[in-house]
């Protein structure tokens, strides 16, 4: 059974960087797309970044283009979300989503099929 794994949340101030990492474990991992999501207290979940493991497209929320940046290491099995310019209302737990479809609503949460626990990101001003 695949699980995908969070790390590197935290506590920041306005301004800082934090790098996300999300790891995929178990069996043979073969995901078409890969995402972000956040959910702030009192919201709903949305999107935040994605990339196409095929031709490492790459889709972002309109607010963190620029200063989000997805990337991934397959030889680690590990998709990572390099935040920069942190702002207060970045402030969410952050999940990173698979999806085993190759084309579809990226953007969309029901898009993906795997999901990790989250990890949380606080940014005081």
């Known amino acids: 059974q695949v699980q995908l794994v969070e790390s590197g949340g935290g506590l920041v101030q306005a301004g800082g960087s934090l790098r996300l990492s999300c790891a995929a474990s178990?069996?043979?991992?073969?995901?078409?797309?890969m995402g972000w999501f956040r959910q702030a207290p009192g919201k709903e979940r949305e999107f935040v970044a994605s990339?196409?493991?095929?031709?490492?497209?790459?889709d972002y929320l309109d607010s963190v283009k620029g200063r989000f940046t997805i990337s991934r290491d397959n030889a680690k099995n590990t998709m990572y979300l390099q935040m920069n310019s942190l702002k207060p209302e970045d402030t969410a737990v952050y999940y990173c989503?698979?999806?085993?479809?190759?084309?579809?609503?990226?953007?969309?949460?029901?898009?993906?099929?795997?999901w990790g626990q989250g990890t949380l990101v606080t940014v005081s001003s």
């Open positions: 990339m196409r493991w095929t031709d490492d497209r790459t």
């Open positions: 989503a698979a999806s085993d479809w190759l084309r579809g609503p990226v953007k969309v949460s029901t898009f993906y099929n795997l």
């Open positions: 178990g069996r043979t991992f073969s995901w078409y797309v």
